[in-house]
Nanobody, 127 residues
């Protein structure tokens, strides 16, 4: 069964760090783009970051630029989102997703392009 399995997340105080993992099962993350999205209660899901598998080009939303870092490990067939200096407004359900139709990440924010999604993991930033 082809799926994306997420791990990580949890609760942290403002200024803290967390790392999210997204591992592909049943298929290889050899091509395409992996994106991270998040959805806060009562809000629409938004794009956070993405990385292309071909040349590891990275993309970030302005709200997380300089604080979050996306990376991939081909040997582990996984992508990671390191989140530093977390703020209460980062609180959301985070999803990873995969698309093969946009290998250069040109439309990385377009959720409709992604055809495989992880199960979601909660990140809560609160004092």
């Amino acid at each position: 069964q082809e799926q994306l399995v997420q791990s990580g997340g949890g609760s942290v105080q403002p200024g803290g760090s967390l790392r999210l993992s997204c591992t592909a099962s049943g298929f290889t993350l050899e091509y395409g783009t992996i994106g991270w999205f998040r959805q806060a209660p009562g809000q629409e899901r938004e794009a956070v970051s993405a990385i292309t598998n071909s040349d590891e080009r990275t993309f970030y939303a302005d709200s997380v630029k300089g604080r979050f870092a996306i990376s991939r490990d081909s040997a582990r067939n996984a992508v990671y989102l390191q989140m530093n200096v977390l703020k209460p407004e980062d609180t959301a359900l985070y999803y990873c997703a995969y698309t093969v139709i946009d290998p250069y990440g040109i439309q990385w924010r377009m959720q409709a392009e992604y055809d495989r999604w992880g199960q979601g993991t909660q990140v809560t930033v609160s004092s």
